[in-house]
């Protein structure tokens, strides 16, 4: 089973890596009145790490109020 998910790990790494190497043509990016010029991968990279911390941050409150906190648990 550990050589499956390895072999799994591999194959999506290789994904990745040709989805970045086919990708690095520069693109325009405009936001409001903001406009900025990076390659498509990175773009790609940074929309996927803003969709992580988005969804933890929504589940994370999705769980407290399941739970009833009104206050944020003190660490």
């Known amino acids: ?3 499956l998910l390895l ?3 591999l194959i999506i790494t290789a994904l990745v ?3 970045f190497v086919q990708n690095i043509a520069m693109v325009e990016v ?3 009145t903001w406009s900025l010029s990076l390659p498509l991968a990175l773009l790609l990279v940074v929309i996927y790490l803003l ?3 988005s969804g933890k941050s929504l ?3 999705i769980r ?3 739970r009833g906190d009104s206050e944020p648990a003190e660490r």
């Open 17 to 19: 890596l040709i989805l």
């Open 59 to 61: 589940m994370g409150l």
């Open 64 to 66: 407290r109020l399941r």
């Open 51 to 53: 969709g992580m911390i």
């Open 30 to 32: 405009r936001f409001l």
């Open 1 to 3: 089973m550990d050589k």
């Open 7 to 9: 072999a799994v790990k």
